[in-house]
Nanobody, 117 residues
Framework: QVQLVESGGGLVQPGRSLRLSCAAS????????MGWYRQAPGQQRALVAS???????NYAESVKGRFTISRDNAKNTVYLQMNSLKPEDTAGYFC???????????WGQGTQVTVSS
């Protein structure tokens, strides 16, 4: 089993920044892909950004140029730096770690991000 603990969410005004962190522990497999997904009320969970243990990165079009994903393999931690936040970024943000085959996948409990004036 793998446990994921997210932190860093909160309420922020439009245009400001937040940094999310997700620490993985337990029986962590490698190579893997760690990612952030988000889900707003009434919507499906969707990929925000992902990064493999080899450093390959993927972003949703809506966050390109504003969000940056990074990871510290030694700490099994993934980060999401979110700049220029918009109200439409408001959602629950969930951390995921997945094997490259997709056969293994674990989720964190999520952290709420609310962008509002």
């Amino acid at each position: 089993q793998v446990q994921l603990v997210e932190s860093g969410g909160g309420l922020v005004q439009p245009g400001r920044s937040l940094r999310l962190s997700c620490a993985a522990s337990g029986s962590i497999f490698s190579p893997n892909r760690m990612g952030w997904y988000r889900q707003a009320p009434g919507q499906q969970r969707a990929l925000v950004a992902s990064i493999t243990s080899g450093g390959s990165i993927n972003y949703a079009e809506s966050v390109k140029g504003r969000f940056t994903i990074s990871r510290d393999n030694a700490k099994n931690t993934v980060y999401l730096q979110m700049n220029s936040l918009k109200p439409e970024d408001t959602a629950g943000y969930f951390c995921n770690v997945m094997s490259l085959t997709g056969r293994l996948s674990y989720w964190g409990q999520g952290t709420q991000v609310t962008v509002s004036s």
